[in-house]
């Protein structure tokens, strides 16, 4: 690492700029059956309406049978990424969950669980820091259409707030 | 989205609200083997002790052989996630880490950093947004009962400080 | 918990401390082929170079095919984990991204996607809140060495601001 070039930040101190906060959402209507839907401008959008410049975008989905990652968006992968939470967690195996509540999602929960509800994504002078072949995306293992209302929570500093 | 609805948030500006920061922990007591606990009612009652309004708590487990992440917690998936990590990384089969260190635990170190040992979660309004069959849990993948000490670090808007 | 105890944090409030951000980043060059490096010293070594005391750490990886955990860093595990990725998203099978785009890293990207791009480890007295035998790692995917510039965003309590 360069240390001059590396030392991108600025300190935000009393008598500069507070760190800020803002709360918002993200509704998205999904087909189910492991859809994964490209979040980015949406959050993204949220970024440069609320005025941020730099921090973090916490996106959060709450509800237990989807998750969030990071993927190259491109058909290709639309079809690899499903194909492999087939594999690591089997529509249609016996589950627990299912016997249970005469269910038929026990693999859209296990999915959901090992890929997590929550991602945090920097950003700086307004940009989120993902690479250019890097989209961020919902994945709905349910069962069925839903619709989903992610949680886009943003920290740092605002334009006009110094 | 609706942009008026969906703008839950509040700014926090200079002459405001500072955001706050608080790193509190919890103790859990695992009985190993993959032994799942529900961590949602102790990291909410972290958030209201503190008198925290709007922000995140990020769950941390210090500790390299369990993981966090969340899932409806019944009876039910709680054997279907574990079985699911007994097929990603089977106990019993050939880990280098074990034939070095003459252990039996290869599997829950790799259980564990495909888990991850950290958790964000947005609360807003002093609670946590979870879905209503969502809860925070611990999967503790060691072989033995444990006693975990989780971090949880609260940063956001508190309550008096305006 | 022991409340007392427990109740580790302070608060940041109005005429004390505000929370500051620094948006620093790390290089490093990898090998590709589930490469597995300890970022540990280096993500330490910016909380230290910028004088936060207390909050936490956000390490991100900007690209598709590389992601981050924490692990025991040691000679087992770093064939361990790159095996269970191997049986997850095995190299030279089937995957829809190769065919699109007469590539080979198809499994790289479902392994990227899989572990995520994202960490967040807290920090306290200036230290990372890690385990002994609990290290940050990236692991790099890929299937030729590459050049990674990863994020690490500080949020948190700094020295001398107070």
Do not use: C
């Amino acid at each position: 690492m360069d240390e001059g070039a590396g030392a991108r930040g600025r300190a935000v101190g009393p008598g500069r700029t507070a760190v800020a906060l803002v709360t918002d959402s993200i509704d998205v209507a999904t087909r189910g059956d492991s859809h994964m839907i490209d979040l980015t401008d949406r959050v993204q959008e949220v970024v440069r309406r609320h005025g941020f410049r730099e921090g973090q975008a916490l996106v959060f989905v709450s509800g237990s049978t989807a998750g969030l990652t990071t993927v190259e968006f491109e058909p290709g992968l639309q079809q690899d990424l499903p194909a492999a939470f087939e594999r690591l967690a089997p529509r249609g195996m016996r589950y627990a969950h299912e016997e249970t509540w005469h269910d038929d999602n026990g693999h859209a929960h296990v999915r959901a669980s090992l890929l997590g509800p929550s991602l945090a994504v920097p950003f700086k002078d307004g940009r989120l820091l993902l690479g250019t072949w890097q989209q961020i995306v919902l994945l709905d293992f349910d069962t069925r259409p839903r619709r989903r209302a992610l949680v886009v929570q943003l920290s740092g500093e605002r334009e006009g707030t110094s």
